[in-house]
T-cell receptor, first 113, second 115 residues
Framework: DAGVTQSPTHLIKTRGQQVTLRCSPK?????VSWYQQALGQGPQFIFQ???????QRGNFPDRFSGHQFPNYSSELNVNALLLGDSALYLC????????????FGEGSWLTVV | AQSVTQLDSQVPVFEEAPVELRCNYS??????LFWYVQYPNQGLQLLLK??????LVKGINGFEAEFNKSQTSFHLRKPSVHISDTAEYFC?????????????FGAGTRLTVKP
């Protein structure tokens, strides 16, 4: 049973560029969330997708957007990259419902130069 | 809004010694509580969670945590650590409100187990 898988694992972008990160949830999971983890900090919630719609959003600007596909996989898009966007981006999946365990992928390391 | 404070950024300990990683939280609503572990260059793995019931929660790898509502704490303990426990540990809270996936994490505690 594959867990949460993310791609790419590492990438380098230039300021002002756009990036797309991809995530496949754990088998059977219908809810996908994205987190940003800056170096030396805990993860911060970006947003959650369920039934192909954004359901919750953390304190991130509109440059951060996402999408969920009918097969529950998801993408995170970041436009107009800033140096401060350099971080580990974690995808997490779960079954919808209170208290359900959230499973994390190994993340995509984004470096903005 | 909720917030989590992990009281120690780094905890060095010798192998086979006991360890406690401290976590305090603040929330105006009821929350679920979690501890996750992150090994180098890996994602987060759930160690244990408190949803309701017994305040002493047992997790994987011999870890346990105790929920103390009056002190708003959820400290993680292990009676005897191994070298392989060296990792970053994160305490997190999440509202019990339905379908809420906004998990708030602490800044992490780096546990270093020395031989």
């Amino acid at each position: 049973d594959a867990g949460v898988t993310q791609s790419p694992t590492h990438l380098i972008k230039t300021r002002g560029q756009q990036v797309t990160l991809r995530c496949s949830p754990k088998s059977g999971h219908d809810t996908v969330s994205w987190y940003q983890q800056a170096l030396g900090q805990g993860p911060q919630f970006i947003f959650q997708y369920y039934e192909e719609e954004e359901r919750q959003r953390g304190n991130f600007p509109d440059r951060f957007s996402g999408h969920q596909f009918p097969n529950y996989s998801s993408e995170l898009n970041v436009n107009a990259l800033l140096l401060g966007d350099s971080a580990l981006y974690l995808c997490a999946s779960s079954l919808r419902g209170p208290g359900n365990t959230i499973y994390f992928g190994e993340g995509s390391w984004l470096t903005v130069v | 809004a909720q917030s989590v404070t992990q009281l120690d950024s780094q905890v060095p300990v010798f192998e086979e010694a006991p360890v406690e990683l401290r976590c305090n939280y603040s929330s105006s609503v009821s929350v679920y509580l979690f501890w996750y572990v992150q090994y180098p260059n890996q994602g987060l793995q759930l160690l244990l969670k408190y949803l309701s019931g017994s305040t002493l929660v047992k997790g994987i790898n011999g870890f346990e945590a105790e929920f103390n509502k009056s002190q708003t704490s959820f400290h993680l303990r292990k009676p005897s650590v191994h070298i392989s426990d060296t990792a970053e540990y994160f305490c997190a809270v999440r509202q019990t409100r339905d379908n809420n996936n906004d998990m708030r994490f602490g800044a992490g505690t780096r546990l270093t187990v020395k031989p």
